[in-house]
């Protein structure tokens, strides 16, 4: 009978284990190479030798999985059955906390309860392009008022300030012709003709 039925489509077993994800089965996997590696050079090896792989093993931490551990847990039978004593050998660490919750349950009530914390950084991320938008079309209207109230020619100003420049050259030239005509009249000077009209008639 299965452990869990709930698995029959997606098994990890390895070495005689069934794993819950398919990346525990894998480091399940490397362990057992790592160990035929190993079983090549400490089989025929003295005590000593077998007590060096053993402690390099722990310490390096060459081990992730359950079958890692037991392969650690036969080479300290060899080294007991050789006559080295457990003060003389490194315990084998369990990384994992075997027991569910075991944390939690030490917490007092203060710590268990955690007040909910916004996160600011998701909140600034989601508001991040609406501020963007804003800011461009500030500065798109602030262009289009900055070109259109310019005295330069632009695409936006240039039928206006060329109107306007006409109309002043126009003003200016009524204004000259109105006081020459004025200087005309005092030095005696009456012509009906316009001001060039008679230039060619020499």
């Given at each position: ?24 089965a ?25 007590k ?15 079958i890692?551990?037991?392969?650690l847990?036969?080479?300290?039978d060899?080294?007991y ?45 989601r ?31 240039y ?44």
């Open positions: 009978m299965a452990i869990n039925d709930d698995r029959t489509d997606t098994n990890f077993i390895v070495g005689g284990y069934d794993f819950l994800s398919e990346l525990d894998q480091k399940a996997s490397l362990d057992l190479s790592k160990i035929k590696v190993l079983e090549e050079r400490v089989k025929a090896s003295r005590p000593k030798d077998i060096a792989v053993y402690e390099k093993a722990i310490e390096n931490k060459i081990f992730k999985s359950p890692g551990w037991e392969y847990a036969r080479l300290r060899r080294l059955a050789s006559g080295f004593s457990e003060e003389e050998l490194i315990p084998i660490p369990i990384p994992v906390s075997l027991t569910r919750h075991s944390a939690f349950e030490n917490l007092s009530v203060q710590q268990r309860i955690r007040p909910v914390t916004k996160d600011n950084k998701a909140e600034f991320k508001l991040f392009p609406y501020i963007l938008n804003i800011f461009l079309l500030i500065i798109v209207i602030a262009m289009f008022i900055i070109a259109s109230t310019s005295d330069s020619d632009n695409i936006l100003n039928k206006r300030n060329v109107t306007n420049r006409y109309s002043s050259w126009e003003q200016d030239l009524t204004q000259r012709e109105k006081v020459i005509r004025e200087k005309e009249k005092k030095l005696g000077i009456d012509s009906s003709e316009g001001y060039y009209g008679g230039a060619n008639n020499d």
